[in-house]
């Protein structure tokens, strides 16, 4: 099973474009398959549906959350698609096996507060302050995932224009940038990032300390110094800016397509979420406001 699946990422990292992100989710879930296969002497062209369900069920008796269960389930349903598809077995056991209803849950969103607390702690009086005030300040105006952010190139912002290009394997949005993120990636671009990559062939816009392109758990962790910093108890990660973006947008007035557009959901009902939140400043509001409240 083990070369199947090598063969099996090497497929959907060159045929389907899958991100080195979900590349690693895949590997992980079939590999822990796999161990549960080999524990209980099975092989994989082997198992049928009832098979399946054990597994399911054991992943559940071991504690895992329904929305990992149900992300397994997903890669296992790929891996055997893929193997029916290239003929290695002649059943799909996945056929007919829902997933687990996840419960959804409310996205943590920051105060405004909170926000101002986060982005006052990284100063501008060197070149590791420059970057990171510039990162956060970046991160809160676009709502982009970190590995979006990651990703990008400097040939990806226009500072002229005031926007950034967010380019995924099958297509691109242009999100804008507010003044404050503008001029904080201005100073960071002119002053910083030239000293810091030492090296004019690298592309990145945001580096590390090496001058090497920034990873998710370097970002993670800027995050999280800076919200200790600020004595913030809310939990803080790259996602939670970002529902905390969306969220500040949709109370201010924003058009909940513009912020569709601006998130890259592919699907207006995950975007909807974010209704919750204005629901509650709108109460908030009438209560303040009107007289009879």
Not at 37 to 63: C, Q
Not at 121 to 148: C, H, S, W
Request: with cysteine; net charge positive; aromatic share 8%.
């Amino acid at each position: 099973m083990e070369k199947q699946i090598k063969i099996f990422l090497e497929f959907i990292k060159n045929d389907k474009k899958a991100s080195e992100n979900t590349l690693q989710s895949y590997r992980r879930d079939l590999i822990k398959y796999q161990e549960y296969l080999n524990s209980n002497n099975m092989n994989y062209m082997n198992v049928n549906n009832t098979d399946l369900r054990e597994y399911l069920k054991y992943l559940e008796k071991i504690g895992k959350k329904s929305s990992t269960i149900s992300r397994n389930l997903a890669s296992i349903r790929s891996f055997y698609q893929y193997a029916l598809k290239t003929k290695k077995i002649k059943e799909d056991p996945t056929e007919g096996i829902s997933s687990p209803k996840i419960e959804k849950k409310a996205p943590s969103v920051l105060t405004t507060e909170e926000v101002e607390l986060l982005l006052e702690q990284p100063k501008n009086v060197d070149l590791k302050g420059i970057r990171d005030k510039a990162m956060l300040e970046f991160a809160y105006a676009t709502g982009m995932k970190v590995t979006e952010i990651i990703s990008l190139n400097v040939e990806d912002v226009n500072l002229d224009e005031g926007y950034v290009i967010c380019k995924s394997a099958t297509k691109q949005r242009k999100i804008p940038l507010g003044s404050m993120s503008l001029k904080a990636l201005k100073e960071y671009v002119d002053k910083a990032r030239p000293i810091i990559i030492r090296d004019d062939s690298v592309t990145a816009l945001f580096v590390n300390a090496n001058g090497r392109r920034l990873t998710r758990q370097g970002f993670w962790k800027i995050i999280k110094y800076y919200k200790e910093q600020a004595h913030i108890q809310s939990e803080i990660t790259p996602h939670v800016l970002r529902h905390s973006f969306a969220t500040h947008l949709l109370q201010n007035g924003a058009d909940l397509k513009a912020i569709q557009t601006m998130l890259g959901h592919s699907d207006i009902s995950s975007t909807q979420v974010y209704m919750q939140f204005q629901d509650e400043t709108l109460k908030n509001v009438y209560k303040s406001a009107h007289p009879r409240a």
